[in-house]
Every structure is written in structure tokens, then in C-alpha cells.
């Protein structure tokens, strides 16, 4: 999608070296409100890291970060499932931290997880002993009110375009968006990350990005 004909010529490094990261850990699943919450569990420490992604929902974004931090902290990353609201995905978590009993937890939001990190830290304060946003932020006083306006209209478009056949256009936009933000950044081997946030968008189904976008909406529209 993002590299047209010549896709298959591009090195898929990155998606080599996540899969050989996911075949070595451990690749778990939680049943919650009969939902399937799948995570990776890896490294041990006195700390727990939880990683909460953004909007596309998949562990898989955290992978390098996952990689280094093992080595001292005990790691958690989750994928998103179909959820019908934020209490039922506040939820799903929340099993998953304890069904792992964890104790001291570090919360890492990235994007739309910094929201799930936010409501998190309301609902279980005695859960977490911290939270770290990454490209993230909320409805407060310091926010213009045209700001918060158009987060939900833009999230309201997002909707709207992955309803039905459209679908497909809307994964192919949001793979450029996602890659000429790559290619611009200066980071190394751009093009094999452009190929693998290509690979974790195509991994969403609708069900699970719609589910994402409604439940951003709904954050936006009544949470302050």
C-alpha cells in the first residue's frame, strides 16, 4: 500500500525482528466479559510496565521498547479487542494486571492508550505507582474548546469513513499518513518501519480500529 509495486522489494527487517521477539516471549490470552485479551509478558523486575497502544491497537508498535526495557523491568503490551465502551476496555486491562499479579505498575500510554492510562489512574489509583504519556493529552481548562471540538470531529470522520467499502481507502490513508510521518523523521531504516506499521495496520480489522475511534470519541465528548 504504501510502497505501490515496488512493496515486495522493501526489506522487511522489522517484521523479522518482531516476530523472532514474539516466538522467544511469551505470547499470552485473557479471557475478560468474553472478550479475548491477548499480551506479551516479558523480563522480571521489582517494576511491571504496562504499554497501552494508540489508536491502531496492536502490541507490536512497542517492540523495540520492549526489547531493551526486559532486560529490567517485567513487560506487558497489549492488543485492543472489540469493546463496546471504555469501562468494558478499562476493564479488560485492569484482568489482565491482575490476573498477572502485579504489584508495582508503571503505566505507558502512547497516544490514544495515554486516554486508557488516564481513565486507568482514576478508576484503580491503587493500581498504578505511575504513568508515562507519550503524544497524548486530555480535556482540561488549558485545552481551547475548538481544540476539543475538533478531535471529536476529526474522530467522527474516522468513523465515518471505515463504514463499509470505504474501509480500505481509510487503511491506505492512514498507511501514507503513518509512513511519510516515518520518512521524515530521521530515524533509521525508515522504509523497514514504514513496512511495519503498514504490516500493524493491516492486522486491524474494522471491528477493532472503529472500536478504538468510538471509544476516543466518547473520552473527548464526556471526560474532563
Request: with cysteine; glycine share 10%.
Amino acid at each position: 500500500m504504501l510502497f505501490g509495486k515496488n512493496s515486495a522489494q522493501v526489506d522487511n527487517g522489522k517484521i523479522s525482528e518482531y516476530t523472532t521477539f514474539v516466538e522467544e516471549n511469551h505470547l499470552k490470552s485473557l479471557k475478560v466479559m468474553g472478550k479475548e485479551w491477548q499480551y506479551l509478558l516479558s523480563g522480571q523486575g521489582n517494576y511491571t510496565l504496562v504499554f497501552l497502544p494508540g489508536i491502531i491497537g496492536k502490541k507490536g508498535v512497542f517492540f523495540k521498547y520492549l526489547e531493551v526495557l526486559s532486560e529490567h523491568y517485567k513487560v506487558i503490551a497489549l492488543d485492543y479487542p472489540i469493546v463496546e465502551s471504555l469501562d468494558e476496555l478499562m476493564e479488560g486491562v485492569h484482568k489482565v494486571i491482575e490476573y498477572e499479579t502485579v504489584d508495582k505498575v508503571i503505566l505507558f500510554g502512547q497516544d490514544f492508550g495515554g486516554i486508557v492510562g488516564q481513565l486507568m489512574v482514576e478508576r484503580y489509583p491503587e493500581e498504578g505507582d505511575g504513568l508515562i504519556l507519550m503524544n497524548s493529552s486530555t480535556n482540561t481548562e488549558s485545552v481551547p474548546k475548538k481544540n476539543v471540538k475538533m478531535n471529536i470531529k476529526t474522530l467522527k470522520r474516522f468513523l465515518d469513513m471505515t463504514k463499509g467499502l470505504s474501509y480500505n481507502g481509510f487503511k491506505k490513508k492512514l498507511v501514507k499518513r503513518i509512513g511519510q510521518g516515518i520518512m521524515n523523521s530521521g530515524v533509521k531504516h525508515p522504509e523497514q518501519w514504514a513496512t511495519f506499521y503498514q504490516k500493524m495496520v493491516e492486522d486491524t480489522t474494522r471491528g477493532e480500529m472503529v472500536s478504538s475511534h468510538y471509544c476516543a470519541m466518547m473520552f473527548w465528548k464526556e471526560h474532563k
